[in-house]
């Protein structure tokens, strides 16, 4: 069985973000995986070393050029090999997975490990959209993972707290904060990734085109306010929040 890791690149979470004449411009900024895809890498390692017939794990990026740095830290942190799906193209999750789906039934993908929420897109859909391709069940929001031959099981959550699942492979599963730490990669990893395969796919092969565009966008910024709170007197210190909040931010009556 192979495995099937989807990777995104986004913003890291402390970098300064520019607006561009009503865009974010990303030139300079520190990109890196996308935290939930990270989980999904990290789970797809640990499945393999605790003992599953996993043959390959394969790191999917659809994106510009950039998303490459996103493949070879995937590719350190012990991934086998990468296919860069190359686009300028902004995919929207229905017609991403597309793409995935078809990756998944040409490379033998028993599993497809995809992050539970797009950080650019802010959606859910990709999961669900994949699995309904591929006629595959899905298991949203995953903690604990385990595979038992071609079964899978383990917790996810829901709204009363969390609950025990089984399902048969193939399936669909999607990855959260909790399900476990991803690992850094190490030097001799780093190396070892720049002579694993990352292969280089054209859009035009999968023929999928948007189904949702991108027409413009509003950017709102806010400048600080640069208020300091002395909190040495709490009670002070909540009438002054109070007052700041009544008065400046408008958001009490």
Do not use: C
Not at 155 to 168: K, L, P
């Amino acid at each position: 069985m192979n495995i099937l890791t989807l990777v995104r690149q986004v913003p890291d979470a402390e970098a300064r973000v520019k607006i561009n004449a009503q865009a974010v411009d990303l030139e300079g900024t520190t990109l890196v995986i996308d935290g939930m895809d990270e989980y999904g890498v990290e789970e797809a390692l640990r499945l393999r070393e605790s003992g599953a017939a996993v043959e390959q794990i394969i790191a999917l990026a659809v994106g510009p050029k950039r998303v490459e740095d996103a493949l070879r830290t995937a590719l350190a942190m012990g991934v086998d090999r990468a296919i860069h799906v190359e686009t300028s193209e902004r995919l929207d999750a229905v017609a991403l997975s597309r793409i995935v789906a078809q990756i998944a039934q040409a490379e033998n993908i028993g599993l497809i490990l995809v992050g539970g929420q797009e950080a650019d897109w802010d959606s859910q859909a990709l999961g669900a959209a994949t699995a309904e391709r591929l006629g595959w069940p899905q298991l949203t929001w995953t903690n604990e993972l385990k595979i038992e031959g071609d079964v899978l099981t383990g917790r996810h959550d829901v709204d009363d707290g969390n609950e025990s699942f089984r399902a048969t492979l193939p399936a669909v599963v999607t990855t959260q904060q909790g399900l476990n730490e991803p690992r850094y990669p190490t030097l001799p990893n780093i190396m070892k990734a720049k002579k694993k395969e990352l292969r280089k796919d054209d859009l035009s092969q999968y023929g999928v085109q948007p189904m949702v565009r991108y027409v413009n966008a509003e950017i709102q910024t806010r400048a600080r306010r640069n208020h300091m709170i002395d909190g040495k007197d709490p009670q002070a210190a909540a009438a002054q929040l109070l007052e700041l909040l009544r008065n400046e931010a408008k958001v009490l009556s």
